[in-house]
């Protein structure tokens, strides 16, 4: 189990130090003066002075005359201070300030939809592989579902009930004529805008677990221990539960894989609802060419996703006994 | 029968391979002639009405700006396919490559590879993606489908390498070894071939996820500067009020014809893998 | 007798039509009776030993009767079968390292098992542990994940577990075949134990290795593409075997070394005809050198001597 988790711990380093040399690198190989390819975009800050000091910030903080490791190591100090520049684009906040305000919108959003439609998803595969009927319906339409675009999903769901029939707001996260407070009206507000987003994001995941689960039942069911409960006359009851069990397993490692997929979804779902997460902010931000705001989102769905991933590891420990017996179940 | 035969005998017989390709073939057919029976270029202002719902001599209506969505779309779609095609190939060749090395030779080489294979895995794809698209002002088609190539290639790797492994010491895998072949060879004459079929089936997939990938860019606004495409012919639309102005037309062919495409590239692949896996077949 | 089998046939449906894996197998077995079963891969040993406890898909039960202790084994029927499974009739399969499921402890996987067989675990637990002492396999198993036993270990677990509740019928399916030479021989001798121990009373034991045979079976049974061809205590068939087929299968055996007769038999030129479409009469007659018109028919599996069953005219004639 020792050996298992500090395996893990040392890639997700690795990845994450990876991701910040990136992160780092690219604007420093792209060519001519980083500072100045910027600025003269930023379409916000429109009088000199202001271009002028935010020149100034920018080359102390990008510190070019120094030697590149320097200039690394600068990067990574910063980084440990919190420090990720300031937005062009919403000038003159701190990224770190603007996206501290976003991620309790994504969490609100990815954190529920996530994990509902993985829990629905492997219980209704797990169901389809059981029944013909019910499978001959769900298995089809689980794969028209994960074959459409979050965003195609989410505008047709905006559309027709936010539009057509008029029962949910398309944008926002909260009415404009709302102040946030914990009252009653504030938090049927936020329930009421979260729905659409939610249940977009919620659909599409489904129909992949749904899939998945009931290809990996079917699977188990004809594995060798499956069939020897069967010769000994186990009931159909044992013997599914046996499968589910096992089956679960790929499922939680499923999961850890296509959480970029999911990230992706949601950005593209938030944009669509202009629900005010991380990924609304970066359209925001490559409209504007508002590269630090762009980069701090960057390091944070990174981060993000490798803490996700990190728990789910977690959670893989407790369910298999083969990980915690120092018997390496799985190679992920 | 011999073997030729019987998965020709299989594959005329699989619904959901014949269903698949047939809607493949439709909108391949549409990308391909299509744009030369659009009266309009993608981004001509040709209505000075603007909006218009679908009619005869605008026959998918027309944006906000009067663009004609027929011509975006047929242009968009023609852009679908050369990223699935690129991009998806040019993922399943870098999966090979490093699948084939990493399996073939295991040892310390097959750790490292598996290390990074693992590492990019973790990495959102998207962010990358995003970090590198963010930085170029100017992009094309080309560069998109470098890039989605680029990231995309781990889960192949991984699946390329496990089947590898368990062909390498297979009797005409040592036989070759033991008659002086290279490496090289090896792979290329006995373990390419006899792993045709999955490596088929990895290109589907890859073609798939590198035109949902494309999609998900496209519509973030990190697609190729001045061309249409599917994914931001969706974003004016949301952008542009098609929502709250009703304009279905505007919006719905894009994200159909991409649902439709990749769902009949996922029937594909399961039908394929009947057809490939007699174990699936005879039941 | 312990077990009769009468005309028993059994199919394996395919796309491409009825493969005849098993046809019109009648024999029987008498108490305390350990029976090989042996043939070549594909002649249809695993699927006579299967279709006495359970018939996966694709096989289908065709038609035939078996009787054990007196009693008709409804073998069409699964869940009418379920009753007698276990119980009465048990299998050690051949995938004993993947029998036991992953990830539960061992004996938790038993109890729940045996619960849901309406068996009270604590009652039995002592002669579990019995069993396990039995097979030298410490108490401590029970308290692991399967992954943490051997190869031989796993193997004699499930032995144990197969015969818990002393079924009558025990089908042993080429329990051996994963085996290092001196695994195989104590696992063979442990049946034998079984049996001297009266936890099982009968027992078929289905393999493709000869010479595991010769140490423990009473009697020997000898297939031939799906069909039997001959049946004899352990003796005869080694020392005058009367099937033309089993005579090279004992003759292409040099003295005790060689155990496969898996490997295609190089002293018998020719193939086992496919059993997608048998043709009719001697299934053995392509290969067979003293064939004649009269192989043109399917002969009878008949008793020529006590105890000594065979399917061949030659040696009906010369009985005659």
């Not at chain 2, 002002?137 to 390498?161: D, H, K, N, Y």
């Not at chain 3, 046809?23 to 070549?40: P, S, V, W, Y």
């Not at chain 3, 579990?128 to 396999?137: F, G, M, N, T």
Request: proline content about 5%; overall charge neutral.
């Amino acid at each position: 189990m020792r050996r298992y988790l500090t395996r893990k711990i040392l890639i997700y380093t690795l990845t994450f130090f990876l991701a910040v040399t990136i992160d780092w690198l690219i604007p420093r190989f792209m060519p001519g003066d980083p500072i100045r390819n910027m600025l003269a975009r930023v379409s916000v800050a429109s009088n000199a002075s202001a271009i002028q000091m935010m020149y100034d910030y920018y080359a102390r903080l990008f510190g070019l005359d120094l030697p590149l490791w320097q200039q690394y190591l600068n990067f990574w100090k910063a980084l440990f201070q919190g420090n990720l520049g300031i937005s062009t684009y919403l000038f003159p906040t701190p990224v770190i300030e603007v996206l501290k305000r976003a991620v309790p919108y994504d969490a609100f959003l990815l954190i529920p939809s996530i994990l509902l439609a993985w829990y629905a998803g492997n219980n209704f595969g797990a169901i389809a592989a059981r029944s013909k009927r019910l499978d001959n319906f769900i298995l089809p339409l689980s794969y028209v579902l994960t074959a459409t675009p979050y965003m195609w999903l989410g505008i047709l769901l905006a559309w027709f009930f936010g539009i057509v029939l008029g029962l949910f707001p398309i944008a926002g996260a909260y009415s404009f004529s709302l102040r946030p407070t914990w009252s009653w009206t504030f938090v049927l507000d936020l329930l009421h805008h979260w729905f659409l987003p939610f249940a977009s994001l919620f659909i599409i995941d489904f129909g992949g677990w749904a899939i998945g689960m009931r290809n990996m039942i079917i699977y188990e069911l004809e594995a060798e221990y499956s069939r020897y409960l069967t010769a000994l006359g186990a009931p159909q009851r044992l013997i599914r539960r046996y499968a589910f069990n096992n089956a679960i397993l790929p499922q939680i490692t499923g999961l850890a894989l296509r959480l970029g997929v999911i990230v992706a979804g949601a950005l593209v779902t938030e944009v669509v609802f202009s629900y005010p997460g991380i990924g609304y902010l970066l359209l925001a931000a490559i409209q504007n060419q508002d590269y630090f705001l762009i980069q701090g989102c960057f390091l944070f769905i990174i981060l993000g996703v490798l803490i996700a991933n990190f728990v789910i590891d977690l959670v893989y420990i407790v369910v298999d006994p083969r990980t915690r017996r120092g018997m390496v179940g799985e190679s992920a | 029968m011999k073997k030729r035969n019987e998965v020709l005998y299989f594959a005329l017989r699989n619904k959901k391979l014949l269903i698949g390709s047939g809607i493949i073939l439709i909108f391949l057919l549409l990308a391909w002639v299509g744009p030369a029976f659009a009266k309009y270029k993608p981004f001509d202002y040709a209505n000075p009405l603007g909006a218009e719902p679908p009619s005869t001599e605008y026959w998918f209506g027309t944006t906000f700006f009067g663009q004609d969505v027929f011509s975006q779309f047929v242009n968009g779609l023609r852009a679908t396919f050369i990223v699935g095609l690129l991009g998806g190939g040019l993922g399943t060749l870098v999966g090979m490559i490093i699948g084939f090395a990493a399996g073939y030779r295991g040892g310390i080489l097959d750790e490292i590879l598996n290390a990074f294979t693992n590492i990019v895995l973790v990495i959102p794809t998207l962010a990358v993606l995003l970090i590198i698209a963010a930085y170029l002002q100017v992009r094309s088609l080309l560069m998109e489908c470098l890039f989605i190539g680029l990231t995309a290639w781990p889960w192949a790797a991984r699946a390329i390498r496990a089947q590898t492994f368990s062909l390498r010491t297979r009797d005409f895998v040592d036989l070759a070894r033991l008659s002086g072949m290279k490496p090289y060879k090896i792979v290329r004459r006995e373990i390419a071939p006899n792993m045709m079929s999955y490596l088929v089936l990895v290109f589907i997939l890859q073609f798939g996820g590198a035109i949902l990938t494309a999609a998900t860019l496209d519509f973030i606004g990190l697609g190729p500067t001045n061309a249409i495409s599917l994914g931001l012919m969706m974003q004016y639309a949301v952008l542009w009020g098609a929502l709250p102005l009703g304009m279905w037309w505007w919006f719905v062919p894009p994200g159909l014809a991409i649902t439709a495409i990749v769902g009949a590239l996922y029937s594909m692949n399961v039908g394929l893998d009947e057809i490939f896996n007699p174990k699936l077949r005879e039941m | 007798m312990a077990l009769k089998v009468e005309n028993l046939t059994v199919y394996y449906q395919t796309l491409r039509g009825d493969v005849h894996a098993l046809e019109h197998a009648t024999f029987q077995i008498a108490d305390g009776e350990i029976m090989g079963l042996a043939g070549e891969s594909g002649c249809g040993k695993t699927t006579l030993g299967h279709s006495l406890i359970v018939l996966f898909p694709p096989m289908k039960y065709i038609a035939g009767k078996v009787l054990l202790d007196g009693e008709e084994l409804p073998i069409w029927d699964s869940e009418r079968m379920n009753a007698y499974r276990f119980r009465k009739v048990s299998l050690i399969p051949q995938y004993a390292m993947n029998a036991m499921n992953p990830i539960r402890k061992i004996g938790k996987m038993i109890q729940e098992l045996l619960e849901s067989r309406g068996v009270d675990y604590r009652e039995v637990l002592p002669e579990l542990k019995r069993r396990l002492d039995l097979v030298s396999l410490s108490h401590e198993v029970l308290n692991m994940y399967p992954i943490e036993l051997s190869g031989g270990m796993k193997q004699r677990m499930v032995m144990v577990i197969s015969s818990l509740l002393n079924p009558s019928l025990l089908i042993a399916d080429e329990i051996t075949s994963a085996l290092d030479v001196a695994t195989q021989k104590a696992v063979a001798e442990m049946l034998v134990e079984f049996r001297d121990c009266q936890f099982v009373n009968t027992m078929i034991v289905v393999t493709h290795d000869i010479s595991i045979l010769y140490q423990i079976a009473d009697s020997i049974l000898i297939m031939y593409a799906g069909v039997l061809a001959e049946k004899a205590p352990t003796q005869s068939i080694i020392e005058s075997p009367r099937h033309p087929y089993t005579r090279m299968l004992i003759s292409s055996l040099p003295e005790v070394g060689v155990r496969h007769a898996d490997k295609r038999l190089s002293g018998i030129p020719g193939n086992p005809p496919l059993l997608l479409n048998p043709p009719t009469g001697c299934r053995f007659r392509d290969r067979c050198p003293l064939a004649y018109e009269r192989c043109l028919e399917e002969p009878p599996f008949l008793e020529i001597e006590k105890d000594h069953y065979v399917a061949c005219w030659k040696e009906f004639e010369s009985h005659a």
